[in-house]
């Protein structure tokens, strides 16, 4: 079964920090870029931050030095590790795994909520 499922989203003051995590089944995690999306309320799905198969990361500009996403190929696991968070940063954070190298869709996880506010 092809399943990415999140958890670690909730609610955190501005400058706290959070970490999300992704947990992979049924895919060539090896084999797939991996990485998060959001969406806030009323704006558009954007990429936060994507790692290759070869460990190549980038970030969204308003996330850098403050966000990492790392990953565990042994445990097929993504995380975002997310740090000084501000309310701008309050939106629903999708875990995806880009399979384009393996000539396959991308899956989506179902999201998980994260506000930030005081």
């Known amino acids: 079964q092809v399943q990415l499922v999140e958890s670690g989203g909730g609610l955190v003051q501005p400058g706290g920090s959070l970490g999300l995590s992704c947990a992979a089944s049924g895919i060539m995690f090896r084999n797939s870029h991996m990485g998060w999306y959001r969406q806030a309320p009323g704006k558009q799905r954007e990429l936060v931050a994507r790692?290759?198969?070869?460990?190549?990361?980038t970030y969204i500009d308003s996330v850098k030095d403050r966000f990492t996403i790392s990953r565990d190929n042994a445990k097929n696991l993504v995380f975002l590790q997310m740090n000084n968070l501000k309310p701008e940063d309050t939106a629903i954070y999708y875990c995806f795994a880009d399979r384009s190298a393996l000539g396959l869709s991308t899956v989506w996880g179902q999201g998980t909520q994260v506000t930030v506010s005081s």
């Open positions: 790692i290759t198969r070869d460990d190549s990361i």
